[in-house]
């Protein structure tokens, strides 16, 4: 079974410093994605960042990058130059191929608060 | 470009109503997909629409349906609500040529069941 794993309930950070989320995950399938996303207290889910299994490079998007460790199975969400709107909930999530289709398994949040 | 719209937003329901929750996803989605939110349990999938025919399911009861029309626009029914329906629930819509599980979420329909 396919499982993800945020061991951080909540986390805080000061404004201009980077932070780390942490992500486990588990699958047997050697063909996966992993994401992460942002929930703002408005409810909506925002994507950050994707990585694929098969990735040669850890992935960046702006101010977001995933440190991807496959033999460790973890996928660590850091956030650079933490800004007052970083404040929100993050979730890992993961894709695998065994079932087609847009299905993700998330893990259970880390609440992330910033701080000036 | 408009984003995934979800209404209602908020609703408040009695134990054995029935509820139905409306999505419309953005401009050329095909793929829409439903999750449930809790406090409790977090994020689950309840399934997942493509082109009308529901392509995923995960484990919830039957009394959680949905459906899609031929312009993509969904919706999700719960039928004899119970105190434990009561969640923040989420749809989602995808390009089925971008990313896999790259998914475009809306607002959310918050639903209270009393």
């Known amino acids: 079974a396919q499982k993800i794993t945020q061991t951080q309930p909540g986390m805080f950070v000061q404004e201009k410093e980077a932070v780390t989320l942490d992500c486990t995950y588990d699958?047997?399938?050697?063909?996966?994605?992993l994401f992460w996303y942002k929930q703002p207290s408005s409810g909506e889910m925002i994507f950050l960042i994707y990585q694929g299994s098969y990735d040669q490079q850890n992935a960046t998007e702006g101010r977001y990058s995933l440190n991807f460790q496959k033999a460790r199975k973890s996928a660590n969400l850091v956030i650079s130059a933490s800004q007052l709107g970083d404040s929100a909930m993050y979730f890992c999530a993961m894709r695998t191929n065994m079932e087609y289709g847009n299905k993700l398994v998330f893990g259970a949040g880390t609440i992330l608060r910033v701080k000036s | 470009k408009a984003g995934v719209t979800q209404t209602p937003r908020y609703l408040i329901k009695t134990r054995g109503q029935q509820v139905t929750l409306s999505c419309s996803p953005i401009s050329g989605h095909r793929s829409v997909s439903w999750y449930q939110q809790t406090p409790g349990q977090g994020l689950q999938f309840l399934f997942e629409?493509?082109?009308?025919?529901?392509?995923n399911k995960g484990n919830f009861p039957g009394r959680f349906s949905g459906r899609q029309f031929s312009n993509s626009r969904s919706e999700m029914n719960v039928s004899t609500l119970e105190l434990g329906d009561s969640a923040l629930y989420l749809c989602?819509?995808?390009?089925?040529?971008?990313?896999?599980?790259?998914?475009?979420f809306g607002e959310g329909s918050r639903l209270t069941v009393l």
């Open positions: 629409y493509f082109s009308e025919t529901q392509r």
């Open positions: 989602a819509s995808s390009l089925v040529d971008t990313r896999p599980g790259e998914l475009f």
């Open positions: 699958t047997s399938d050697p063909s996966y994605g």
